[in-house]
């Protein structure tokens, strides 16, 4: 890491708040622990971090709960850490901003690989907006910026968005009209042993059409090839720097 990024670990459980932050702070990154929502909102407020992690079964509220205030704040990632392994949690997780949902048991490498790149597509897109070239993007109605994590519409609407939403919108933006499969959707989580049922890729498409599709019924900017992936139907411009 070429700074320290400061990550709050949100989870009742003393033994698990204690390994992560150790594993975590062996890889270079500062860690703060909370051990209940209230403390956790009271640090947010005081200093956003890069990175939450978050469990689903806090004392004082539901992770859940948390996981949707810290969706609304794009200044930061989520990564959802729990015992709560079932895919309809897994699929509401992701739903309410979550970027990531790793299950306890985990394995710390696991881990590590899943905080390493969230961080990492952040400071990719962070480095696209910094860049003079290829910093805006425009797409029908739309400009999206990676340097802010917003979609701006003609009309003056914004619409937020997470990282790993921005990274995956990022990806069909630089190849519009082409069929690209769920494998290169992923792309930037190579690390991942994903299993046997993941939709993030689905869910982070069925979030990012809530945003910029006027018909709700309609995919007419990201259309589903069923059996092959997922393909961007609009023409994008690139624009420089204001």
């Known amino acids: 890491m070429s700074s320290r990024k400061l990550l709050y670990v949100i989870d009742d459980e003393p033994d698990i708040r204690t390994l992560v932050r150790s594993v975590l702070e062996g890889y270079g990154y500062e860690v703060q622990t909370f051990g209940n929502g209230k403390d956790a909102r009271a640090a947010i407020r005081r200093q956003p971090p890069e990175l939450c992690i978050v469990d689903l079964g806090l004392p004082d509220m539901d992770g859940l709960t948390l996981v949707r205030e810290l969706w ?9 850490l729990t015992g709560r392994g079932g895919v309809s949690d897994r699929v509401l997780g992701l739903e309410l901003g979550g970027d990531d949902y790793i299950v306890k048991p985990f394995e710390p490498r696991e881990l590590v690989a899943r905080i390493n790149s969230l961080v990492r597509r952040r400071e990719q897109l962070a480095a696209v907006a910094a860049g003079n070239n290829l910093q805006r993007a425009r797409f029908g109605e739309w400009v999206f910026d990676p340097g802010n994590l917003t979609l701006a519409a003609d009309d003056g609407h914004q619409e937020s968005l997470s990282a790993a939403e921005a990274s995956l919108l990022m ?3 630089k190849a519009p009209k082409r069929v690209l499969s769920r494998d290169q959707l992923q792309g930037a989580d190579s690390e991942r042993d994903d299993c046997a049922f993941d939709r993030s890729i689905d869910v982070r498409i069925s979030r990012i059409r809530k945003k910029i599709e006027r018909d709700a019924k309609g995919a007419r900017l990201i259309k589903t090839v069923y059996g092959a992936g997922y393909l961007f139907a609009a023409d994008v411009v690139w624009l ?3």
Do not use: P, S, T
């Open 72 to 80: 609304g704040d794009a200044r930061m990632g989520v990564v959802i």
């Open 171 to 173: 990806a069909l933006l």
């Open 240 to 242: 420089g720097a204001e």
